[in-house]
Structures are given as C-alpha cells and as structure tokens.
C-alpha cells in the first residue's frame, strides 16, 4: 500500500508542477484555459476563477492536464477567437509547450537548493574489500583507499563516486580517480581502461564491477527479523539468538557471516547459538539465489537485530551543507548534470552502449518512490527531483504527442511562414505513438522480468 501510495503522491505531484508551466505561460499569453485538473475523470469538487477558468480535483490521481481554448476541438466564438491557441504566433505556442518541463528543471533546482540547505550526509569512499583478479585489483587498489576524484571532480562521498562512476557506462574510456590510503597517507592516481563497460549488464553497480566494497561496520550477528518459511525460521532460529558460531568456526562479524552462508548453497552448515544465556546447536542448510552472472549463493533468510548495531563512527560520514546563497550555483549546477546524464543515458540506448534492460516502467519507479520514502524526507525529495528532471527531458524529446514533438511542429511553422499540413502532422502523431507505445511495452516488460 505504501509503495502504490508514494507513486500516486510523487507522479500527481509532479505532472501537476508540469501542467502549472503549461497553465502560467498560457495566460501570460492571453490564451483562455478552460479547465486545469488535478486527477483524471468526473471531477469530485471544482470550482472557477474570474477568468472562467475551471479548477477540479478527479478520483484517478495520475497526473492532471490543462484545456486550452482550440479551434481544432471544435467551433470558437468569434469573440472568444483571440484567445484560442491556434490564433497565437509560433513563438507563443512554442512558450507553452516548452514551459512544463521548464517547470519541472525550476522544481528540481528547488529540491535540489533546499536539499543543500538542510544537508545531507554520505558515507565516505573508503575501500574495505578489493576482489582479486578484479579491475581495481589489476590497477593497485588497496584496502583503506579513499577515493578523492573521479575523473577530476571531488568525491567527497560514495553517492558521489557512484554518479561520477555511472557516466562511464558503455563507454570505451580510462576511469581515472586519486586515492589516498588513510592507513599510510599516500595519495596515488589510478588509471583503469574500461571497454564497452557494462554495456549489456541490467542495473549494474560499477563500484562493485570494479571489484571494490565499502567498508563494512562489523557488528555481533543476532538474529533480528527472520523471513516466513526461510531455511532459518524452519530450522527453529528465534528472533534474539545469537550467533557466535558456525561449523565451529567462531563468528568475528556479520560480514563474515553473511560470506559464510553465501558461499555454501545447499550445504548444511551447524550454527552454534546462545539462547537465552544457553548454548544451542542448530543445522541450518541455506537456499540458493542464482546470480546475475549464473552463479548461486546461499542465504537462510535472517536480518539482524538493529539495536544490537552500533553507530557509524562519525569519521566514516561525509557531511555537506552550504549556506542559502551558496547553494544556488550548486543547485542549477546539480540539475544541469541531472539533465545531461539523462540525455547521455538515452543517447547511448539509442546507439547500442546502454542495454534497453534499464529502462524503467511504472513499478520500478513505484518501488523506488517506496524505498526512498522509507529512507527519509531527503532521499524522497532527491528521487522527485530525479524524476522531475526525467519527465522534463523525455518531453522534450522531438517526438510526436509529446511537448518536444509540438516544439519541432511550431518552429518548422516558423520557418517555413506557414503549419505543416494536417495529414503530415497526423502521420507524425501516429509514427509518435507508436515509438511511445514500444518504449512503454519495453519499460513493461523490464518490470514485469524483475519482478
């Protein structure tokens, strides 16, 4: 319920700010909008303006839309003409057209300068594991090495790293990143030539494709939630054991843990237990998950006790706030690598670089909206301006029934002095949907399969 619920509050919020672009500019233009709806369907509850404009709030709340006076829907008062869309200049229908998803990068810019404003917190980029053989092996990685810059810009924190890491996706590049050991102090540059990188992987995690992790906080292993019907719960463990043991060997921390059992799908593994001040032996034998790689791993359907976790310690967390004024170059700033990123993203799936795997339909973004909302205001509002900066680029698109589609049709007009004709534009609304309606049953399909 949660999940359907902050998808219905995130997509109706922002089409709305949408709609209100298109709304605003559209008056400022003199054009006569004749209902501005929050929902879709007979309205619950409306009421109109002094303008004649008719405000309404319908029952499916999936976005909202904006009528304007159009003397293509049907016949126009003579006094009435001057205010119907058709009967203003190209420049003003291309002002309309462009102002939703202007309003959508205004919106993202917003929650971006706020989020700088309150702060956010990160966990630094210190290496805790360097898989052998790896890439980040094979180029001198070390355990204890924080990552300074990625391709020069400042990674004060792993959200950093991670963004900057993204934009070599599908590329034939040299990743170049300065590390410093905080064990020795030693600062070194790092270079690793990557081909094709990831290209074909769906949702892939370049951090760990270069064979890092994190440093982990180690902590005792007791058992806190425990999945119906898992291997664990059927074997009898209780939520408050705890686990000091396995196969005799002796358990330094929930890491270790976790690549014990990992390690032995379908093997049956003797977990030594304190229960209640006694020791207890129980034989646990985990199920296997199949990898993205076609590898299993083992898991017994455990999740630990979170009062038994301690703090992060404050040195491992990156803090960034910056002053009001300070934070608005680095709001428009943020918006701007949000909006090329996307573009560079769809550029590269249209070319080959990126697999179509990684598009996303409506429940991906639903569980997305749901995760983010259980990690806090901030993580919520930095998903809405992601996706606000999405819905503005793939309007813009010169697509046909979108508002970039429109655009291309008004600024041909206003090149040639006079509309493309009617049966062109209809050709053009046809060859639109049928792309829309691809990228849709392929964004569908994705999340079905992840499911």
């Not at 499916?60 to 203003?88: C, N, S, W």
């Not at 270079?191 to 760990?208: C, G, K, M, N, Y």
């Not at 428009?332 to 909006?339: E, M, P």
Request: proline share 6%.
């Amino acid at each position: 319920m949660s999940t359907v619920l902050y998808f219905l509050l995130a997509i109706s919020l922002l089409v709305v700010i949408h709609e209100f672009g298109h709304f605003w500019v559209a008056r400022r233009c003199g054009i006569k909008v004749i209902r501005f709806s929050v929902g879709f369907g007979t309205p619950l509850f409306s009421f109109k303006d002094k303008h004649g404009t008719e405000f309404s709030v319908a029952p499916i709340p999936l976005g909202g839309y904006v009528k304007m006076l159009d003397e293509r829907e049907g016949p126009v008062p003579e006094h009435e003409k001057h205010m119907a869309f058709t009967q203003k200049t190209p420049w003003q229908r291309i002002a309309v057209a462009s102002a939703g998803p202007i309003a959508n990068f205004i919106f993202a810019i917003i929650a971006y300068w706020a989020i700088f404003v309150v702060g956010t917190q990160g966990l630094k980029p210190v290496v805790g594991e360097v898989a052998p053989q790896s890439l980040a092996a094979q180029h001198g990685f070390m355990v204890g090495d924080e990552i300074l810059t990625v391709d020069g810009e400042q990674t004060e924190s792993m959200t950093k790293v991670m963004w900057q890491l993204i934009g070599y996706l599908g590329t034939t590049d040299t990743i170049e990143m300065t590390v410093q050991n905080i064990d020795s102090g030693m600062e070194r540059q790092i270079q690793i030539p990557v081909d094709s990188w990831l290209s074909e992987e769906e949702a892939p995690d370049p951090f760990e494709a270069l064979g890092l992790k994190t440093r982990q906080l180690e902590f005792d292993v007791y058992v806190g939630q425990l999945i119906e019907d898992g291997r664990a719960a059927q074997a009898g463990l209780k939520s408050g054991d705890h686990l000091v043991a396995v196969d005799g060997v002796e358990i330094q921390g929930w890491s270790q843990w976790v690549a014990y059992i990992q390690a032995r799908p379908e093997t049956p593994i003797v977990f030594s237990i304190v229960r209640d001040g006694n020791p207890l032996d129980i034989t646990v034998t985990p199920a296997k998950k199949q990898q993205k790689d076609g590898s299993f791993t083992g898991y017994v359907g455990i999740g630990p006790d979170v009062s038994k976790i301690p703090p992060v310690p404050k040195d491992w967390i990156a803090e960034t706030q910056l002053s009001p004024l300070a934070a608005i170059p680095r709001a428009f700033i943020r918006t701007w690598d949000t909006i090329e990123f996307t573009i560079v993203s769809l550029w590269k799936m249209i070319k080959g670089e990126l697999s179509v795997k990684n598009l996303s339909g409506p429940i991906q973004i639903a569980k997305v909206a749901d995760n983010s909302a259980s990690a806090g205001v901030l993580a919520f509002v930095t998903f809405l301006a992601l996706l606000s900066v999405s819905l503005g680029v793939l309007n813009l698109l010169p697509v046909p029934m979108l508002d970039g589609g429109h655009i291309l049709f008004y600024t041909i007009e206003l090149i040639r002095g006079k509309a493309l004709s009617e049966q062109v534009q209809l050709a053009g609304l046809k060859i639109g949907m049928a792309l829309l309606f691809s990228v849709m049953a392929i964004a569908f399909y994705n999340d079905i399969a992840r499911l």
